[in-house]
C-alpha cells in the first residue's frame, strides 16, 4: 500500500514528509502541491513541470498555465485561458476548449462552460446538458446548483428542474441540505425544497458531521440539522468540522476545538488547515509544521517553543 506523504515548505522550497514526520522527499521544488491519488503537481527550479509519485519519480510531464489535482483520475489543465483533462497516465482525454471546467465529480461528469454559457460534460467533453446555464456546479448528493436568469436552482443528471430557480444563492446539498438566500436572508432547505428549519441566519455555511457554521453579530457558532444552536456564536472564526475537530479562532490565532466545543489545541498557530488522517497542517509565523489531533508534533515548525 503506498503512503500517504505530506507537503512541506523550508526555506522557501517544497518537499514531502510521511506521516511519522520523516522527510521522503528533499525540498527542491519551487512550486508544489498537495499529493492526491498518488500523484503530485510539482515544479523544478529549472522549470519542467509535472506529477511525480511517491518515489519523486516525475511521471507526467506536462507543459501547461494550471494543473490541477487529480481527482476520480483526472485533472484539469489550463493553457492560455482554456480548460481541459488529462488521465493519471498523462493523456489529455479532453481538450483544452473549454473557458472554465470542474473536477469531475463520482458520477464522471463535470461542470463546463463555453463563452458564458455552462453546461454539464461527459469524460470525452461532450455535453449531456446543453451549456444553458449562466452557472452550474458538480453535482452533490444526486443535485447541481445552477444559476438562470440571475437565480439559483437545482437540477438533476437528466436536466430536469428539481427546485425551481428562485434563490439569490445556494450551496451544493451537504448531508442532505443545501445553504440558501433570497433578499439577504439566509436559511436551509431539503431536496424537496421546503425549508425544514425553520430560522434564518446573517450567514449559513454546509453541514460537515452533523453540525453547520453560522455567523450573527461578527461570530461564529454552529447549530445541529434541527437548527438548534449547540456551540454559541462567540468565535472570532470557526471552521468545518473534520474528524471531529473543528479550527477557531482567537486573537488572530488558530487552534482546534471538539464537539462539544472544548479546545483541545490551544490557538497557537498562524494558520491551520482540516485534519485528513489523523494529521493536519499548521503554520507557524511563516514555518510550516503538521500536527496530530492531541496538538503532538509529526513535524514541527522552526522556531516554535510554546509546548
Same mark, same amino acid.
Given at each position: 500500500?503506498k503512503?500517504?506523504?505530506?507537503l512541506?515548505?523550508?526555506d522557501?522550497?517544497?518537499?514531502?514528509?510521511?506521516c511519522?514526520?520523516e522527510l521522503i522527499i528533499q525540498?527542491m521544488y519551487k512550486? =508544489?502541491?498537495d499529493f !492526491? +491519488?498518488?500523484?503530485?503537481?510539482v515544479? #523544478?527550479?529549472?522549470?519542467k513541470? *509535472?506529477?511525480i509519485n511517491s518515489?519523486n519519480r516525475m511521471?507526467? #510531464?506536462?507543459?501547461?498555465?494550471y494543473h490541477?489535482?487529480?481527482?476520480?483520475?483526472m485533472?484539469?489543465?489550463? /493553457?492560455?485561458?482554456?480548460?481541459?483533462?488529462?488521465?493519471?497516465?498523462?493523456n489529455?482525454?479532453? +481538450?483544452t476548449?473549454f473557458n472554465?471546467l470542474?473536477?469531475?465529480d463520482? !458520477?464522471?461528469v463535470?461542470?463546463?462552460?463555453v463563452g458564458?454559457? =455552462?453546461?454539464l460534460?461527459d469524460?470525452?467533453?461532450?455535453?449531456?446538458i446543453?451549456?444553458?446555464?449562466?452557472?452550474?456546479?458538480?453535482?452533490?448528493?444526486?443535485?447541481?446548483?445552477?444559476k438562470k436568469a440571475?437565480k439559483d436552482?437545482f437540477?438533476?443528471?437528466?436536466?430536469?428542474?428539481v427546485?425551481d430557480f428562485?434563490?439569490?444563492? =445556494?450551496?451544493p446539498? !451537504?448531508e442532505?441540505f443545501?445553504?440558501?438566500s433570497?433578499? /439577504?436572508?439566509?436559511f436551509?432547505?431539503?431536496k424537496?425544497?421546503?425549508?425544514n @428549519?425553520? /430560522? +434564518?441566519?446573517?450567514?449559513?455555511?454546509d453541514?460537515?458531521?452533523g453540525f453547520a457554521?453560522?455567523? +450573527?453579530? *461578527?461570530?461564529y457558532?454552529?447549530?445541529?440539522?434541527t437548527g438548534? #444552536?449547540?456551540?454559541?456564536?462567540?468565535y472570532?472564526?470557526?471552521g468545518?468540522f473534520s474528524?471531529?475537530?473543528?479550527i477557531?479562532?482567537?486573537k488572530?490565532?488558530?487552534?482546534y @476545538?471538539?464537539?462539544?466545543g472544548k479546545k483541545?489545541?490551544k490557538a497557537?498557530f498562524s494558520s !491551520?488547515y482540516?485534519?485528513?488522517n489523523g494529521i493536519? /497542517?499548521? #503554520?507557524?509565523?511563516t514555518?510550516?509544521?503538521y @500536527?496530530n489531533?492531541t496538538?503532538?508534533?509529526?513535524y514541527?515548525?522552526?522556531?516554535?517553543?510554546?509546548?
Open positions: 500500500m503512503e500517504d506523504l505530506y512541506l515548505k523550508i522557501n522550497y517544497y518537499g514531502y514528509i510521511n511519522r514526520g525540498p512550486n =508544489a502541491r !492526491s +491519488e498518488h500523484l503530485a503537481y515544479e #523544478t527550479i529549472d522549470g513541470k *509535472g506529477y518515489e511521471v507526467i #510531464t506536462i507543459d501547461a498555465d490541477g489535482q487529480f481527482n476520480n483520475g485533472a484539469i489543465i489550463t /493553457r492560455n485561458k482554456l480548460s481541459g483533462c488529462i488521465n493519471n497516465e498523462g489529455i482525454v479532453v +481538450e476548449k472554465y470542474s473536477d469531475y463520482s !458520477s464522471m463535470a461542470s463546463a462552460k458564458s454559457k =455552462a453546461g460534460v469524460m470525452d467533453g461532450n455535453f449531456i446543453e451549456p444553458i446555464y449562466e452557472w452550474i456546479q458538480p453535482f452533490t448528493e444526486g443535485l447541481a446548483v445552477a440571475g436552482g437540477i438533476d443528471l437528466n436536466g430536469n428542474i427546485v428562485k434563490f439569490d444563492s =445556494a450551496n446539498f !451537504s442532505g443545501s445553504a440558501v433570497v433578499d /439577504r436572508k439566509y436551509y432547505i431539503d424537496s425544497g421546503m425549508d @428549519i425553520k /430560522r +434564518e441566519f446573517y450567514i449559513t455555511y453541514f460537515k458531521e457554521r453560522f455567523k +450573527e453579530n *461578527g461570530k457558532g454552529y447549530i445541529d440539522n438548534k #444552536t449547540v456551540l454559541k456564536n462567540k472570532q472564526y470557526a468545518d474528524e471531529g475537530l473543528a477557531f479562532e482567537a488572530d490565532r488558530c487552534g @476545538i471538539d464537539r462539544s483541545v489545541i497557537v !491551520s482540516n485534519f485528513h493536519a /497542517r499548521i #503554520t507557524y509565523d514555518e510550516w509544521g @500536527i489531533k496538538g503532538g508534533f509529526i514541527k515548525p522552526k522556531g516554535f517553543d510554546l509546548w
